[in-house]
């Protein structure tokens, strides 16, 4: 399961969203997945001002390398690059064990629901 949330600058609930992911091979595609679909969810919304924050250290590295064009996660990785170079407002930092509880969250939550993508317009009422 990937999945974030988006908050406003005040912490306020904008969207969140989940993906099954049927075969994922690591932690860090499942990061890669999340990293893509929060900012294209974004894009989508028309948000300005958007902080990426990521909570693997093994994601920023694999991000900042170039030339990984045979790595399993290539595909992937370049779509999450392309997101974030698309829209000069995204800014990317690390935050070390960001959002532990509302990864359990979302693993319950996704328990219940069957699609591969979920977006969540308000909290889900386990909140």
Not at 21 to 46: F, H, Q, Y
Not at 119 to 126: L, Q, T
Request: with cysteine; charged share 25%.
């Amino acid at each position: 399961m990937a999945g974030g949330l988006i908050c406003d600058g005040h912490g306020g609930w904008v969207v969140g969203f989940q993906r099954k992911i049927k075969a994922a091979s690591s932690s860090t595609m499942v990061e890669c997945w999340a990293l893509r679909d929060g900012p294209k969810l974004a894009l989508e919304r028309n948000l300005q001002g958007v902080l990426v924050e990521i909570d693997s250290m093994a994601l920023v590295r694999l991000l900042d390398e170039k030339g990984l064009d045979t790595h399993e996660l290539s595909n992937i990785l370049n779509d999450c690059r392309f997101l974030i170079d698309l829209k000069e407002e995204f800014n990317m930092c690390f935050r070390k064990q960001i959002g532990v509880p509302l990864r359990l969250l979302y693993f319950l939550v996704a328990v219940i629901r069957t699609s591969s993508f979920v977006v969540f317009a308000s909290d889900p009422n386990c909140l």
